[in-house]
Each structure stands twice: as structure tokens, then as C-alpha cells.
């Protein structure tokens, strides 16, 4: 008996086909079979009112397997990720050992797929160990399937190593090298971002400065090579100018933001709430504002979570002892929604597109992201825009580090369709 699944009356926001119309979606064994009315015999889910959407895809997560399972594993992460509507995750090279060679990418891709949540698409180490020194085995990866290679976590120390990696994957159409754009000497020691508040919590700062010398430097390099940059998680105001120059002037570079820096400043942290130290630092308003800006005309292109699990016992510390990191993958979607739809902001489709059909293609995601088509892979969210929800623990996620913990945002997941299965039903993991 085939499975027969039908959304009805959902207002489809499809980025990549430009679709918004309210529909029928007819999904037959894990296709999506026809967007007519007429059911037949499928299992009948109302969406009225709801908006059905291609699934999420975070291009930047941490899954903290193989190394430290107290914090996450993947299947814990991929439900996490299933929860907040996305259907692919891209989990970062930092784990323990380094995902710096094909075994370790094969072991990651191993536990995504017994997990069968979502689809994993393991990003690879840029250099050996994360050090910085040695280029990692990147045509063996590349041969796992491997499209985006980063250190995150680091910037690449050295200029020259940053050459040689852009222009290695020049061989490959669509090989991104990934840089976590801060300099590790000038950031040194920084608990937040430096300015007026930190100064008056006597927290030592980490400057604007300390992101921008690493992006200026990146995209030269960029431009000497060639080579295809894309600058995770960007945090100043300046970052975003540059880029936006960059672009205009043609050279191949994509950029990165996340909720919580299009959210909230530096004065969140005048509770010292641990969830708020992140890195690179939340900063001021007028940084927010470029970035929602920038994410807004097209400079910076995709939304991804750095959903980075920590310990309870890890966070709750002093703050200048606690690690930096807050999770995300339970709340993006909202937190788009509620500080950048809402207040009109952001376009409902050009939120989606920056949470799904961009990343998509950032990560080499074909199955992801759109078209919603007759012939395509059921990858799905549906959600409800109007619903309002505290974010509290507990979360899928084994961590509870969330620097949105306590606020009430607006719109909510309820159904994830992952390959035509439905792992999330009425806002509840189904397994
Ligand atoms: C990341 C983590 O915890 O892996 N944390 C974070 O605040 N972004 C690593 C990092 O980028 O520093």
C-alpha cells in the first residue's frame, strides 16, 4: 500500500519556484505527486492558515559527535533539527577527533542516516586538527560528498594556507571554504564585544576590529585566488559593508548570519546570562540593524543557527569560565518570524529563502530547498504564524544553553515531512 499524505488548503511560500497560493499538496511514497485539489485516499492533514514551506536547511550546526555525546549526538541534534522544522543540517568539523579526513566524515554520515531525522551533510576541516598549519585530506572528503570546508571555531591563522585551500577547491564548481572570521589575537581573552558595556561590566572585549581584519583579509585573498569564500556568522556593521562591496565588485562570496545576532545587542548581556557569550560576540544595535539589513537586500545570503550545545554545568559558571555558544535549531524559524517578519523587516518568502532554498544550494542540498514540484522529494515544514510560545526547556536538543530561553516568540512548527515521513506531527516528535 503506497503512503499517501495530503496538505490541504496550506498556503504554499515556495522561493524557488516563486510560488504563494494556498494548495493542495498531494506527497506519494516520499514525492510530492501533484499540488491540484483531490484527495483520494491519502491521510488528510488541514493546514488552513498554515504556511507549507520546503524544509529548513541549517548550513551551520554543531552535533558534537564523535567526541562529546553528553553535549549532543546526531540523532539528538537531527531531532532537534526536525522540531524546528528543518529537514538537512550541516554539523561543523569541531568534534573530537577533527572531521578532518573521510573517516571521520563516514562515521558522522553513518549516525545521520541511522538517526534518519534529516539529512547530515558533515562539513569538513579546512587544516589538519584545526590547527591551521597543515591543508586536511580535502579531495578525500570531497569524494565523501563533502561541499563546504571550515575551521569554525578559528579563522585560517595564515594567509597562505587560505590560498592554497581557495585555490584547491577552484577544481570543484561548487567547493566553498567556509572562515569563522575572527582574529585570535586581537579577540583574545574577550568575554563580549567591546564597547560602553563591557566596559561597565568590566568583562574584557573583543573589538569589531578582531571580525573585520579577518573579512578584509579573507576577501582579498578571495579576490588574489579566485577561489569560493563564504564568511560564517558576521556580527559588525562593517563586515557587512565589505561584503556588500565585494559583491558588487564580482567576487565569488557568500555570507552568513544567525538569529541571535539579528536579535539582540550587547546590553542583553548586563544579566551576565552565560547563554549570551557567543562567538564571534553580540553586538551593538546599530550591528544588528546592518545585519538585518544586509540579510534583507540580498548582501548577506543564508541564515545558519550555530546551534553549539554546552553542558549545564559547563554554562553555569562564572561567565568569563563558560564556553561560548547558544543552541538554536528549536527556535530559528520563530525568531525569524518574530524580530524580523512581524515588525516587516524581512518578506515571508525572503525569510524562507534564507532559512532553505539559499542554504540548500550553499551546501550542495539539491534534495532541499524547493521547488515544491510534482517529481520532487517530500522535504516539507509546515508551520503556524500567529502561534505565541515561551521558549523553555525542555528541548529536544540534550543541552539547554538557549540565549532565546524565556522569550516569547511568534510562530511555530508543526509539521516536519522528512523524505515523505512524517517525523514531526502537530509539534511533537513522532519518534
Ligand atoms: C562554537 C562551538 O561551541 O562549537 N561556539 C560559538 O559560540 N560559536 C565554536 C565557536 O565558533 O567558537
Redesign the pocket.
Known amino acids: 500500500m503506497s503512503e499517501r499524505y495530503l496538505f490541504a488548503g496550506a498556503r504554499v511560500i515556495d522561493p524557488a519556484s516563486g510560488r504563494d497560493e494556498v494548495a493542495d499538496v498531494l506527497v506519494v511514497d516520499g514525492t510530492i505527486a501533484s499540488l491540484e485539489h483531490g484527495a483520494g485516499n491519502a491521510r488528510v492533514i488541514g493546514c488552513t492558515g498554515l504556511i507549507l514551506a520546503p524544509g529548513l536547511v541549517d548550513p551551520h550546526t554543531?552535533l558534537?559527535e564523535p567526541g562529546r555525546e553528553d553535549k549532543e549526538t546526531v540523532e539528538t541534534g537531527c531531532r532537534a533539527a526536525a522540531l524546528g522544522g528543518y529537514t538537512a543540517v550541516s554539523p561543523?568539523a569541531?568534534t573530537d577527533p577533527v572531521a578532518d579526513n573521510a573517516a571521520v566524515i563516514h562515521e558522522v554520515l553513518d549516525l545521520g542516516a541511522k538517526a534518519g531525522l534529516s539529512d547530515v551533510f558533515p562539513v569538513g576541516a579546512i587544516t589538519r586538527g584545526i590547527e591551521g598549519e597543515v591543508i586536511a585530506e580535502l579531495g578525500e572528503m570531497v569524494e565523501t560528498g563533502v561541499r563546504i570546508f571550515s575551521d569554525?571555531?578559528?579563522a585560517v591563522p595564515n594567509p597562505r594556507v587560505l590560498r592554497n585551500a581557495l585555490t584547491y577547491v577552484k577544481a570543484f564548481d561548487d567547493v566553498v571554504i567556509a572562515e569563522?572570521c575572527?582574529d585570535d589575537a586581537l579577540a583574545q581573552d574577550g568575554q563580549m564585544h567591546e564597547g560602553y558595556h563591557s566596559y561597565s561590566l568590566g568583562l574584557a572585549g573583543k573589538p569589531r576590529e578582531s571580525e573585520e581584519i579577518v573579512v578584509a583579509r579573507d576577501l582579498a585573498v578571495a579576490r588574489l585566488t579566485g577561489g569560493r569564500l563564504h564568511l560564517?556568522?558576521l556580527s559588525s556593521a562593517g563586515s557587512v559593508q565589505m561584503v556588500r562591496r565585494a559583491k558588487a565588485e564580482g567576487l565569488r562570496v557568500t555570507a552568513e548570519v544567525t538569529p541571535h545576532h539579528l536579535t539582540f545587542t550587547d546590553e542583553d548581556l548586563l544579566t551576565y546570562d552565560t547563554n549570551f557569550?557567543?562567538?564571534?560576540p553580540i553586538r551593538t544595535a546599530e550591528d544588528r540593524d546592518a545585519l538585518r539589513a544586509g540579510l534583507s537586500d540580498g548582501t548577506i545570503d543564508v541564515v545558519g543557527t550555530?546551534h553549539?550545545?554546552?553542558a549545564v554545568e559547563e554554562k553555569e559558571v562564572e561567565f568569563d569560565q563558560a564556553?561560548?555558544?547558544?543552541i538554536g535549531l528549536e527556535t530559528a524559524l520563530a525568531a525569524i518570524l518574530t524580530h524580523l517578519v512581524e515588525p516587516g523587516l524581512l518578506s515571508l518568502a525572503r525569510a524562507i529563502e534564507v532559512l532553505s532554498s539559499a542554504p540548500a544550494r550553499l551546501i550542495g542540498a539539491a534534495e532541499h530547498g524547493g521547488p515544491i514540484e510534482p517529481g520532487r522529494p517530500a522535504n516539507l515544514v509546515v508551520f503556524d504564524p500567529d502561534v505565541e510560545w515561551v521558549v523553555e526547556p525542555p528541548f529536544a536538543s540534550k543541552s539547554r544553553n538557549s540565549a532565546f530561553t524565556g522569550t516569547t516568540l511568534k510562530g511555530k512548527v508543526l509539521h516536519t515531512m522528512y523524505r515523505g515521513e512524517l517525523v514531526v506531527a502537530d509539534g511533537k516528535a513522532q519518534r
Open positions: 554543531h558534537r561543523m569541531n569554525d571555531g578559528h569563522h575572527e560564517l556568522h557569550k557567543v562567538n564571534p550555530d553549539a550545545p554546552h564556553p561560548p555558544g547558544t
